[in-house]
T-cell receptor, first 113, second 114 residues
Framework: DQQVKQNSPSLSVQEGRISILNCDYT??????FLWYKKYPAEGPTFLIS?????DKNEDGRFTVFLNKSAKHLSLHIVPSQPGDSAVYFC????????????FGQGTILTVHP | NAGVTQTPKFRILKIGQSMTLQCTQD?????MYWYRQDPGMGLKLIYY???????DKGEVPNGYNVSRSTTEDFPLRLELAAPSQTSVYFC?????????????FGPGTRLTVT
C-alpha cells in the first residue's frame, strides 16, 4: 500500500524553464510534507517542507504547493538550472508515524543546458 | 560537524555471510533510522530508534537487527545475507521536536550479496 506516490519516474526540462514535480498521498493523517533532493552516490538532502496548515511555502527558486482536498503536493523550480538535475523524493509524516517519514518512489529531473 | 557518517561505502557479501553497517551522528539527535533503497524505488524504513536503548521495526525489518547503546551510534546487523538484501542502505538522524524535523542522511552503503 503506497501511501505516497510520485507517478512520474522522470522529467526533462530546458534550462531557465519551470520544473514541476508532483506527489500524491492517501493518508489524511499526514500533516507535514517534505521534498528531498538526491545526487548519485550521495544521501538525500532536505530541500523544502510545508505544514498542512499552509498551502504554499517558498524558498528562493523552490516553491511547494499543497492541496489538501486533493491530497496532492507539487514542487516548482523556477528557473531550472542544470545543477538541479537529480532525483527528487517527496515524503510525508504525521499521525501515528510521528518522527518517521514515508517516501515516494522519486522523480528523476534532468535539466538540459 | 561531520553530520551522519556511514561505513563501509561498498561491500560485497557471499550468501549466508553476516556483517554490520556502521552509522554515527554528531548532531545529538535522539531519532535515528535505517533505510534501504532499491533501484527505481523510494526509501523503505528498516528500523528506527527514538533514543538510546529504544528501537522499533519499520516497514521491512526481516533479516536485519539493530541496537542503540549510545545517542551517536546506530549499527545495522545483517545475519545470513541473501541476494534480496542487495541494495543501498542509508542511515539518517533527526530531532523531530524542533523545526521541520527533517532527517539528515549519511552518504549510503552499497551492498551486493552474491
Amino acid at each position: 500500500d503506497q501511501q505516497v506516490k510520485q507517478n512520474s519516474p522522470s522529467l526533462s526540462v530546458q534550462e531557465g524553464r519551470i520544473s514541476i514535480l508532483n506527489c500524491d498521498y492517501t493518508n489524511s493523517m499526514f500533516d507535514y510534507f517534505l521534498w528531498y533532493k538526491k545526487y548519485p552516490a550521495e544521501g538525500p538532502t532536505f530541500l523544502i517542507s510545508i505544514s498542512s496548515i499552509k498551502d504554499k511555502n517558498e524558498d528562493g527558486r523552490f516553491t511547494v504547493f499543497l492541496n489538501k482536498s486533493a491530497k496532492h503536493l507539487s514542487l516548482h523550480i523556477v528557473p531550472s538550472q542544470p545543477g538541479d538535475s537529480a532525483v527528487y523524493f517527496c515524503a510525508a509524516s504525521g499521525g501515528t508515524s510521528y518522527g518517521k517519514l514515508t517516501f515516494g518512489q522519486g522523480t528523476i529531473l534532468t535539466v538540459h543546458p | 560537524n561531520a553530520g551522519v557518517t556511514q561505513t563501509p561505502k561498498f561491500r560485497i557479501l557471499k550468501i549466508g555471510q553476516s556483517m554490520t553497517l556502521q552509522c554515527t551522528q554528531d548532531m545529538n539527535h535522539n531519532y535515528m533510522y535505517w533505510y534501504r533503497q532499491d533501484p527505481g524505488m523510494g526509501l523503505k524504513l528498516i528500523y528506527y530508534s527514538v533514543g538510546a536503548g529504544i528501537t522499533d521495526k519499520g516497514e521491512v525489518p526481516n533479516g536485519y537487527n539493530v541496537s542503540r547503546s549510545t545517542t551517536e551510534d546506530f549499527p545495522l546487523r545483517l545475519e545470513l545475507a541473501a541476494p534480496s538484501q542487495t541494495s543501498v542502505y542509508f542511515c539518517a538522524s533527526s530531532y523531530p521536536h524542533l523545526g521541520t524535523g527533517e532527517q539528515y542522511f549519511g552518504p549510503g552503503t552499497r551492498l551486493t550479496v552474491t
